[in-house]
């Protein structure tokens, strides 16, 4: 039993050991395919984009970014922004060694660890499989972990104090809704106060064909009196 328990383990042992040698010839073999005038060239080529960032100063940045917008190249806009976001943090250049060329999926990746005055970095670029343009360029300072807990801790503070700040004004817009209906009701007061009263209704001028009848009664008896009183008067002279 136990010589069985052995012989399984030492099977174990070495189909672990075939595996790791397989893996390591494959790594092998995928390093042999890359070219050495590729290699060659995509060393070169990183050390030339390196030295043009650590040439610049922040007029030349501008410069080359208003460029880069105009003639739409969002490769090195983008590398522009980075590195004028990160420059500052890392300090004058001191060295620099060699670069790591391997076989990507699109293309051929180049990293390179940098050192600066304050920090180290790690500069790649990516280019395609012909070498004919570059699809990436990246920056990646080494921080430490005390100024890593630090930013966050200020990312924090600042997400906190956004979150802050905007519940303060939900808050106090709630609280205005009580002044909207005192003010909907001075606005209709002074409308009612403004509207001119309605005139009151004046009372219909009687028709005239309603006095003609009275009227011609009227006339009616007083000539009929003339016509009785005058006799009268002329009887009572002699």
């Known amino acids: 039993m136990k010589q069985r328990i052995r012989r399984i383990w030492l099977a174990l042992c070495m189909a672990v050991c075939l595996f790791t040698l397989a893996g390591c010839s494959a790594a092998a073999d995928t390093a042999e395919t890359i070219d050495p005038q590729i290699e060659m060239a995509m060393q070169s080529g990183s050390q030339q984009y390196l030295d043009l960032f650590n040439q610049m100063d922040d007029a030349s940045i501008e410069q080359a970014l208003a460029t880069s917008v105009k003639n739409k190249d969002t490769v090195m806009e983008n590398a522009l922004k980075s590195w004028d976001s990160i420059k500052d943090d890392l300090g004058a250049f001191v060295s620099s060694e060699t670069a790591v060329v391997t076989k990507g999926d699109d293309g051929y990746i180049a990293r390179m660890n940098t050192v600066y005055e304050k920090r180290a970095m790690e500069f790649t670029l990516i280019a395609d499989e012909d070498l004919s343009?570059?699809?990436?360029?990246?920056?990646?300072?080494?921080?430490?972990?005390?100024?890593?807990?630090?930013?966050?801790?200020?990312?924090?503070?600042?997400?906190?104090?956004?979150?802050?700040?905007?519940?303060?004004?939900?808050?106090?817009?709630?609280?205005?809704?009580?002044?909207?209906?005192?003010?909907?009701?001075?606005?209709?007061?002074?409308?009612?106060?403004?509207?001119?009263?309605?005139?009151?209704?004046?009372?219909?001028?009687?028709?005239?064909?309603?006095?003609?009848?009275?009227?011609?009664?009227?006339?009616?008896?007083?000539?009929?009196?003339?016509?009785?009183?005058?006799?009268?008067?002329?009887?009572?002279?002699?």
Request: aromatic residues 10%; hydrophobic residues 45%; without cysteine.
């Open 133 to 238: 343009k570059v699809e990436t360029i990246s920056f990646s300072p080494v921080y430490t972990t005390g100024e890593k807990m630090a930013k966050a801790g200020m990312n924090t503070l600042m997400g906190m104090g956004v979150v802050f700040v905007v519940l303060i004004f939900i808050s106090w817009l709630i609280s205005m809704f009580k002044y909207i209906s005192v003010f909907e009701a001075k606005m209709k007061a002074k409308k009612n106060a403004a509207a001119p009263a309605p005139a009151a209704p004046t009372a219909p001028a009687p028709p005239r064909a309603l006095f003609r009848p009275l009227q011609q009664h009227r006339l009616r008896q007083q000539l009929r009196l003339r016509r009785r009183t005058l006799p009268m008067i002329q009887n009572s002279f002699p």
